[in-house]
């Protein structure tokens, strides 16, 4: 598999490359020319950093990313609802089934399985989770 570069990825790299070629300008004798100079290279300098910290940014997002949803995998999170606190309703999704988990601050708690039809309204869907429950 030949890995691809995205756009963002290769504009930040682009980005960089011109960072690291950007003209060093001789020192003249006019004073003013002396300062211009001095706040060409600072903000070149601001930049060059600026760009380095996009780029690791965007590789540490996109290697540690939590909710990163990609085809191949089976576990999918769809959706994650704080409540309150510690607390929040979590959606997912199973080789296809969904289901609704209870997460707290050292549990979690499957509350629900979803059918995979949304035919169903929300009380016949309950009524269904509290049946499964009692059984």
């Not at 598999?1 to 995205?6: A, R």
């Not at 504009?11 to 300008?25: D, G, H, K, M, T």
């Not at 706040?39 to 290697?63: A, E, N, Q």
């Not at 939590?66 to 576990?75: Q, V």
Request: glycine share 4%; aromatic share 8%.
């Amino acid at each position: 598999m030949t890995p691809v570069i995205s756009s963002k990825y290769f504009i930040s790299l682009a980005c960089l490359f011109c960072l690291c070629l950007a003209p060093v300008v001789s020192l003249a004798a006019s004073p003013q020319l002396v300062e211009t100079q001095s706040y060409f290279k600072f903000i070149w300098g601001l930049l060059f950093v600026l760009g380095i910290i996009l780029i690791l940014f965007s590789l540490l997002r996109k290697r540690f990313s939590l909710l990163a949803n990609t085809s191949e995998k089976n576990i999918k999170i769809l959706e994650i609802k704080p409540l309150m606190g510690r607390k929040a309703l979590c959606l997912i999704t199973v080789k296809g089934n969904e289901y609704l988990l209870g997460i707290s601050g050292d549990r979690i708690n499957h509350l629900a399985t979803l059918p995979n039809k949304s035919d169903l309204s929300f009380a016949a869907t309950l009524k269904s989770s509290e049946a499964d429950r009692q059984t």
